[in-house]
């Protein structure tokens, strides 16, 4: 072996002898650098996470729903699995999804594919099949992993099941789903997608969601409600669900709800209840009152009362008739200091009795919650672009979005090592077609750099013989400041 060296009168040959070329050789291969990782699982960091999907379970939904009628080829699992890479991956485009998966040959069938999904095909399957199959998979998931996902963080004081509802708009580029708001003097109006959302207060996921235009109202929501919440819970919402009809509803069926006083609504006074001393800096008053309500609604003309109708009977179509509902809604009103005392105070409703005003008004406080839950859904999925042009397409891919941030919760509990969620899933979406174990890397991130440098630690400490040109340091050496630093890194169990 030998050097050459450029020196002022010329090149010099510098020869090594062939014992010390065998003794930095032994020394490299010590170094295990460019060995393979030992925290390879043998499956890319997306197939470990579609292990959390059973697919016997979602076959046997799509079976039920009927999902595979008519399909050759994408049946209802691939479909559901295609589209989770989508959304992780934060796919924009079918294009996108399609060149995704073209490097990924050599591994889609650890994906439980079978054949490398076109365009038009996925386009086909996201008009045609079904968005209850989807709702229905996320039902069985957040059934599976509702457990796993509960958190101690109830309200102090309140022994009851804590709801939070709400709505969330999702604004479309065109008006496939109708949108809100005056028509737009130049251009088209925009159409829009409201997602009403039911959450538990202990938990960071969906219960239950209904998807509907923009343009509905909040208190459709409403109809219904108390017969899917447990006996004895307590759901909390904000002014745009008014509808005391409803309210009365709860009561009737034991549920206790927790909102804010419209400044138009009728009330009676019936009692007025004592303040206890410790909340007397914050409560205002505590009363019992009695709410009065009118309501018009429309309801079709049964036969009986067509054959009795006067004047000109149509001959098809329905004959609507007006009527006026009315009744009283007995209730609590709490008013509280706003905590500044200078902007006023806040009223709240409720048809809990028994439980102290202080905790109630906490109970609304913690409605905020799924407001930054939605916060966090817009920002870490693709919620601005979607994959086709038609209502099924658009439920389909908010569904998905809503199985993957299920999916994404579940990883989160199952590592001790505390992450914030959207930079656990900056770290998935950068890894996703990595052979690196998903749990080892979350729990400990530097762990191989970590390792590596240690490695070079041991391996520089051991003296090597002096050359002629000893004061040379190539690329694989440390300075003397770095190895002192490094020098106190101790090496942590993986």
């Known amino acids: 072996a030998c050097v050459r060296m450029n020196t002022k009168k010329g090149k010099n040959l510098l020869v090594i002898p062939p014992r010390f070329c065998n003794f930095v050789a032994t020394k490299l ?12 699982s043998g499956i890319p960091v997306f197939g470990e996470v579609i292990k959390l999907l059973d697919k016997q379970k979602i076959t ?23 589209l989770l890479y989508a959304v992780i991956g934060q796919l924009q485009s079918l294009r996108d999804i399609e060149l995704a998966f073209l490097p990924m ?7 439980g594919l079978s054949y490398m999904v076109r365009r038009s ?18 039902n069985a998931l957040y059934a599976h992993y509702s457990p796993l996902l509960s958190d101690s963080r109830p309200v102090t004081g309140l022994n009851k099941q804590l709801f939070i509802m709400d709505s969330t708009t999702i604004s479309l580029f065109s008006q496939i789903f109708r949108g809100t708001g005056r028509n737009a003097i130049n251009g088209q109006k925009k159409g829009g997608v409201k997602a009403h959302t039911v959450i538990k207060a202990d938990e960071d996921a969906m219960a239950f969601m209904n998807i509907t235009d923009a343009a509905t109202s909040d208190q459709s929501l409403l109809n219904g409600l108390c017969t ?93 008739v007006t009527e006026s509902k009315s009744g009283k809604h007995k209730c609590r009103r709490i008013t509280k200091w706003k905590d500044n005392k200078d902007e006023g105070t806040i009223t709240f409703i409720t048809n809990d009795f028994d439980t102290p005003a202080s905790i109630l008004c906490e109970v609304y406080r913690r409605r905020w919650q799924i407001e930054t839950l939605f916060k966090r859904l817009k920002q870490n999925f693709p919620l601005k672009y979607f994959w086709g042009d038609n209502q099924n397409a658009i439920q389909i891919q908010i569904w998905v979005c ?45 762990g191989l750099w970590l390792r590596t440098i240690k490695k070079r630690v041991e391996n520089m ?28 890194v101790t090496e942590p169990k993986i």
């Open 29 to 40: 291969k010590s170094y295990k650098i460019m060995d393979k990782v030992t925290t390879n």
């Open 60 to 82: 046997k939904i799509a079976d039920q729903t009927g999902a595979n009628r008519y399909s050759k080829r994408l049946d209802a699992y691939q479909h559901l699995v295609i």
């Open 105 to 111: 040959a050599h591994c889609i069938q650890q994906f």
């Open 121 to 138: 095909t996925l386009s086909d399957a996201n008009s045609r099949r079904s968005p209850q199959f989807f709702e229905n998979v996320y």
């Open 228 to 320: 899917r919440l447990p006996y004895g819970s307590c759901v909390t919402f904000d002014m745009g669900y008014v509808n005391y009809e409803a309210w009365q509803q709860f009561t009737d069926n034991g549920v206790f709800y927790v909102t804010r006083e419209k400044k138009t609504c009728k009330k009676t006074i019936l009692e007025v209840k004592d303040i206890p001393q410790e909340d007397a800096d914050v409560i205002v008053s505590d009363e019992i009152v009695e709410l009065s309500w009118r309501k018009r609604t429309k309801r079709p003309m049964t036969p009986e009362e067509l054959s009795h109708r006067r004047g000109r009977r149509p001959k098809d179509g329905i004959v609507w």
């Open 402 to 446: 809503m199985i993957a941030w299920l999916l994404m919760q579940v990883v989160k509990r199952q590592v001790k090592r505390k992450w914030s969620l959207s930079n656990m899933m900056t770290a998935i979406h950068i890894l996703l077609n990595s052979y690196i174990s998903l749990y080892d890397f979350l729990e400990l991130p530097e």
């Open 461 to 488: 400490k051991t003296e090597l013989p002096s050359l002629p040109f000893s004061d040379l340091k190539g690329p694989n050496f440390e300075n003397q400041r770095t190895i002192t630093h490094l020098e106190r």
